[in-house]
Structures are given as structure tokens and as C-alpha cells.
């Protein structure tokens, strides 16, 4: 990468999170996670109502959470927290649903909403929010680790790897040995493999540039 290229925000939008006054990571969370909830209580069956009100208290926990959040890896992965209070804000709005009395649901709507807080139900949702958070780190260290191999050595990774483009091809169209290409490949996946690591642990940096 050019040294004239700006560099990426430092810092994974989850970390990101804790800055209350970092309005564009609570944006990019807001409009990442309502869909993912809300398409998933579809999929339980829920009403349009019903699955908008469910996402929305799931949602509106994970938020208020996540501003008292504090990372300590010795107590666990942020992705096994966001479970606990996934699992736990489900159970809430499907305890207060079914409440005698609330008289806004149907017994079908009740099954519906019961259906929210079995263990698989629960499971593939938190699933999906694992597979969020991975993506996430793996983004921030891919832009970390751009800004710190040459050029020729990200944009043989990128080719060969994101792009599965063949490394005989790749080395063409760099002007580089076959053997480079597979040098450079296998350097980049290291730097990731130690940057992810880094991100989820909340480490200093500190790994060699590639």
C-alpha cells in the first residue's frame, strides 16, 4: 500500500463500540445487526410486528451492554459474551410476552415467541453473530496488515487467495517467479493469522511486518 493512501480506523468496530461518542461504529452496528435479527425471528415465524419488536429489544440490550462492556480476555471472547446477552434479551422479551394478562398475542403468536428461546433456535442465531464478529476481525486485520507488506506481496494474496485466482496466473500478471507468489501468499496469511489472534486477545502490537 502507498504511503499516500490513508490509513483505515484502527480498532474493530466491536472495540469501537466502547467510544460512546463514535457515532459512525453505532451506525455501522445498528444497520449490521437489525437486519441479521430481524430476518432471523422471520424465520422462526414471527409477524412483521412481532419480529421488528423482538430484534429491536434484542437489539436495544446488546446496545446498552455493550456501552458498560469491558473486554477482559482472561473472562472470555467477546463473541461468548454477545451470546449471553443474545440468549438472555430473548428470554426476557419472550418471558414479557407471555406474561397472563399482556393480551397482545395469539396463541399462535405465543408459540411463535416460545419458539425464540429453544436451545437450537438460540444456537443458530448466535451462530450468525459469531460469524458477524469473525468477519469483523478479520476485516480490521486485513487492513492492518495491507498497510504493513509491500504492494506486489498484498496483491499476491489478494489474488491468489480472496480472488482464487490461479498462482501461475497471478505471477504473470505480477511479473514475479511462481515461487514468490506462494512466498508472498503464505507471509500474508501468517500476518493475519497473528492479527486476528492479536484483535481477539486485545494484545499490544507488535508482529514483524511481512
Known amino acids: 500500500m502507498s504511503d ?7 480498532g474493530t468496530l466491536l472495540l469501537r463500540l466502547r467510544e460512546l ?19 432471523w425471528c422471520r424465520k422462526q415465524g414471527l409477524q412483521d410486528s412481532d419480529a ?5 429489544e434484542v437489539l436495544g440490550k446488546l446496545v446498552r451492554a455493550i456501552r458498560t462492556f469491558d473486554y477482559d480476555p482472561r473472562r472470555g471472547s467477546f463473541r461468548g459474551w454477545l451470546k449471553t446477552v443474545t440468549n438472555n434479551a430473548i428470554r426476557d422479551f419472550v418471558a414479557e410476552r407471555s406474561r ?11 408459540s411463535a415467541l416460545e419458539a425464540l428461546s429453544t436451545p437450537a433456535a438460540i444456537g443458530e442465531l448466535t451462530a450468525t453473530l459469531d460469524a458477524a464478529a469473525e468477519m469483523e476481525l478479520l476485516r480490521e486485520a486485513e487492513a492492518r496488515v495491507q498497510l504493513r507488506v509491500k504492494p506486489h506481496t498484498w496483491e499476491a494474496y489478494r489474488r491468489t487467495v ?22 508472498a501468499k503464505s507471509r500474508v496469511l501468517k500476518c493475519l493469522r497473528e492479527e486476528v489472534a492479536r484483535l481477539s486477545d486485545h494484545q499490544p502490537p507488535g508482529a514483524s511486518p511481512g
Open 21 to 39: 461518542n463514535d457515532r459512525e461504529a453505532w451506525t455501522e452496528f445498528v444497520n449490521r445487526y437489525t437486519p441479521r435479527l430481524f430476518g
Open 4 to 10: 499516500d493512501q490513508p490509513s483505515r480506523t484502527s
Open 100 to 110: 397472563p394478562g399482556r393480551g397482545s398475542g395469539d396463541s399462535q403468536n405465543c
Open 52 to 56: 421488528a419488536d423482538v430484534s429491536q
Open 162 to 183: 480472496l480472488n482464487s485466482e490461479p498462482a501461475a496466473e497471478v505471477a504473470r500478471l505480477l511479473n514475479l517467479p511462481v515461487a514468490d507468489v506462494y512466498v
